[in-house]
């Protein structure tokens, strides 16, 4: 994760030369486990997003068009360059070759950023609730990262649902890398709370994040008050996660949101669980 600034109006980092159409330079890879990976990218001039928003990447298909499929931005908007985070699907048409990538290879990036995770699209509130299952963390890996998110909000709570312990551990290191951080870690270590649970092995703590919102569990063990109106949640994963955290949000007089018109709480809609999402 890089550790240089880049102010909202400054000029991004100029791209090199590529014999990709749209195509930026892969700058590190790191593979989190058997199915997990993350990389870096340079970054288009051109690209200006928001923290949370989405583009289309994608590599050459063999029938000579590009293979897009649309992949959270995991660094946040002023990062001189991009990050991802991404399953490996063994028969997936993108990452099954995705996955293979080096330093120096060539990823196409659009862009046109887009996605509802973003503050614009919810009203203000106390805390915000970032709720993710697996791959879902990526674009709450951008707004962690925000100096705006602290500035909106009295404490930031970022939970991560996966199956095994292992699953977890880009969500641990991306907790630490922003408390070390120096644009946002003093902020960071004050109002940020990570909540990691697994669903299919032991951990420190277990069960569905729905499941231990509803009895309470997640804020006892967070010792802080649970969800209330004025409150502000955004929410990336399965759909079942999507609709059982809405029913959560609605349950407290909480109303969904978009770009257009900023709600309580929203969901980002084109991810709908990683193997499909991200094949």
Not at 36 to 44: C, D, E, I, K, Q
Not at 111 to 124: M, V
Not at 156 to 162: A, R
Not at 224 to 245: E, K, Y
């Amino acid at each position: 994760m890089a550790d240089t600034t880049l102010s909202p109006d400054a000029p991004a980092t100029e791209l090199p030369a590529t014999d990709l159409p749209g195509g930026q330079t892969v700058t590190a890879v790191k593979h989190w486990s058997d199915q997990l990976f993350s990389f870096r990218l340079t970054r288009p001039a051109s690209l200006r997003f928001r923290s949370g928003e989405f583009v289309m990447i994608g590599l050459m298909g063999e029938n000579g068009r590009p293979l897009l499929r649309a992949y959270s931005i995991a660094s946040p908007f002023w990062d001189e360059e991009l990050e991802f985070y991404s399953i490996k699907v063994p028969d997936g048409p993108l990452t099954s070759r995705l996955q293979n990538i080096k330093i120096g290879d060539q990823v196409i990036v659009k862009t046109k950023p887009t996605g509802t995770l973003i503050l614009d699209a919810l009203l203000p509130g106390k805390r915000l609730f970032l709720i993710s299952t697996g791959t879902g963390i990526a674009p709450f890996a951008a707004l962690i990262r925000d100096p705006g998110v602290y500035e909106a909000y009295d404490q930031v709570i970022l939970t991560h649902t996966c199956r095994k312990k292992e699953e977890l551990a880009y969500g641990f290191d991306l907790v630490e890398q922003t408390k070390a951080d120096p644009l946002v870690g003093e902020e960071a270590t004050e109002k940020l709370l990570h909540y990691a649970t697994t669903t299919r092995e032991p951990s420190q703590y277990e069960g569905r994040i729905t499941d231990l919102m509803r009895s309470g569990k997640v804020y006892e063990d967070l010792g802080t008050p649970p969800l209330t109106g004025d409150d502000r949640v955004m929410i990336c994963g399965s759909m079942a996660l999507n609709l059982d955290v809405k029913d959560i949000c609605a349950a407290v007089g909480l109303d969904e949101g978009s770009v257009a018109r900023p709600g309580q709480f929203v969901v980002e809609k084109s991810f709908v669980g990683d193997d499909t999402r991200l094949s």
